[in-house]
Each structure stands twice: as C-alpha cells, then as structure tokens.
C-alpha cells in the first residue's frame, strides 16, 4: 500500500483539519471534528445535513457552504457516521426552520440517521429525511436494501441547497429533494479496485483485461465482471440502463453527470461525455446542463459512473443558483 498518510489512524483527523484550514472562509470544525459546518450560518432557512463514510471525497465536506449544505458528518473510511455526530450537527446549524437529512441509502448511514432524527424530534426539533436510491445496477447490494445510493446525491444536495436559500419550507425542500431522487439514475463501473487504508490490500481483485460493470461506491461487486471494451461500448451498456429504465424518453431536456471514482483523468471522463452526449442525442435527448469531474469518489479507484436527471424549470433554475463550497463553486 502507498498512500500518502503519516498513520492510519490519524488519517481522517489530520485530512479534516487540513481541509477546515484550506476552506477556512466557508468551513469550519465541529467540537472533536464530528461534523463540518458551513461558517457564515443563515438564520430562517432550512439546513441541510448529510454524510457518510470518508473515501468519497469532496462528498460531502466538499458540499458545505452557500448554496448547498450547512453540514456534513464524515464516518471512517467507508463507515456510517454516528447517531451523536449528527445530532451535534442539526444542534449546531438549526436557523429554526427546521433540518433536513439528506441520507445515502446504506444500511448503516439508514439506521444511524434515523436514530438521530428520533434524537432531534424528542429535542423539539422539526426534521425531515430524504433517502437517495438512484442506482440501477443491483437491486440489493453488500450494504444496501433495495437500490444504493450514488451520483443523485450531488444533485440534490445542489438543487434542495438552492431551494432552502430561497427559504422555502421544509416539506417543499424535502418534497423537491424525493422528486430529484424520483428523476434521476444512475450507474458505475471500475477499472481497478481501491485499497482502504485500515486493510491495506485492495478491496476486490480486476484482472489486468477486466471490469467491473455496475461496481458500487464500496467497491461492492455489480451487475457483470467482464472483459476490457472501448469507451463506446462501456458506455452504451451503462447510459442505455439508466435511459430504459426511467425511463427518459425523447424531448427530455437532463442533466449530464459524468464522475470519477478518484483515479481517473478528466482525459478519460471528457471520452465518456462525448460518448454519452452522441447516445443521447440518437435518442433525441437533449443534456441542457452537465457536471463533469471526480465528485464522489473512491478512493483511487480508476473507473466513472453516469447519471441523468431529468431537468424541469424549477430544477433547472435552482441548479443554475449560486453556490460557494469547496467542490462547487459558480455565480459567486
């Protein structure tokens, strides 16, 4: 294993710290880094609150500030955060309009933000969760009951931030936030496994001529371990999976997400998107806004995944918004 750490144990600790000081104009650390929350707070709006395990970056420290997040509760390295980070976190950056978590769907990040949902209620806290299950590959995975949760949580952590910014109530962020999740697929493949940093070894073993179609964000296996194919054909079974089973049909105007799992150059992802826009465009699907760049990661894990979201005005507008975090930043 190479990785550039100096201990495995204070890996994650010395990363946040890092990052707060990087981003210290819109990010600062919760007491003992059990959250990162947004610096400049904006009493009245909705907050918004998601994370998971670390590994993934900059989901979702990487998605806190203006126009997105007011915190983020980073686990371990693929490990749900606890019940008590994310009450510390709604504690920190409730405005008084209420908290939304914005959940991931693995069986532990489910059972540990639901507990803290029952935490913030007998608080007196108004709270709403939202889970994200955007993923076509496997219906039931390692970690996961029913359909994991991937790419769409980028989606809508943009478009429910820009919603609660407007200060829109909590039952219509949340409800903007299920019809993001309801509108969007997705789907990915790898290229090599990742190597955790607490096993050193890699996750799961690739030939040197092999993929992995449909690979979750854990490195949990797919839909098919196969041979090595061109770019076009990767594509076309993945982008023709998340079209048919929406499905999205012609005059749709989407969103075009093309992400890297942490080792792969945008060289590659731009092959991917070009691809992708010529199989849209057969099907007289229209990208109208597009994302593309390594947003949920990893680790080093070469490979992408693709997700579409079917764009209406509103998701259109509230996607355009301004946002200031340390992953996204325009119209500031």
């Excluded at 993923?135 to 994991?148: H, K, P």
């Excluded at 061109?230 to 075009?256: H, R, Y």
Aim: with cysteine; net charge negative.
């Amino acid at each position: 294993m190479k990785k550039l750490i100096n201990d495995v144990d204070s890996a994650l600790s010395e990363s946040l710290d890092g990052f707060a000081a990087a981003h210290a104009d819109i990010v600062s650390l919760g007491e003992q880094r059990q959250f990162v929350r947004r610096r400049q707070l904006k009493p009245g709006k909705v907050a918004l609150i998601s994370g998971g395990g670390s590994g993934h970056e900059p989901l979702h420290a990487g998605f806190v500030g203006h126009g997105m997040l007011d915190a983020a509760c980073p686990g371990q390295v693929f490990t749900s955060p606890t019940p008590d980070q994310m009450l510390a976190a709604a504690q920190s950056v409730d405005g008084g309009a209420g908290v939304l978590f914005i959940v991931k769907n693995y069986s532990g990040d489910m059972m540990n933000f639901e507990m803290a949902a029952e935490l913030c209620r007998a608080e007196g806290s108004d709270v709403e969760s939202v889970v994200v299950d955007d993923d076509v590959a496997v219906q039931d995975s390692l970690y996961t009951a029913g359909r994991r949760g991937v790419g769409a949580t980028v989606l809508m952590e943009k478009i429910a931030g820009a919603a609660a910014e407007e200060r829109r109530p909590l039952k219509e962020v949340a409800d903007i936030c299920r019809e993001v999740n309801a509108n969007a697929r997705s789907m990915g493949m790898a290229l090599t496994s990742c190597t955790v940093p607490a096993a050193g070894t890699p996750t799961f073993e690739l030939g040197d001529d092999e993929i992995e179609m449909g690979v979750g964000i854990h490195g949990e296996p797919g839909r098919e371990r196969m041979k090595m194919k061109q770019a076009s054909e990767i594509v076309d079974m993945m982008a023709t999976a998340i079209v048919d089973d929406l499905p999205f049909n012609k005059g749709d105007q989407v969103l075009a997400f093309v992400n890297g799992m942490g080792g792969t150059p945008l060289i590659e992802l731009y092959v991917v998107f070009n691809e992708l826009n010529k199989l849209l465009t057969g099907r007289g699907i229209t990208i109208s806004r597009n994302l593309i760049g390594s947003y949920i990661t990893s680790l080093e894990m070469a490979g992408c995944s693709i997700t579409l979201l079917k764009l209406s005005e509103d998701f259109t507008k509230l996607w355009d918004a301004p946002v200031n975090t340390a992953g996204l930043r325009w119209g500031v």
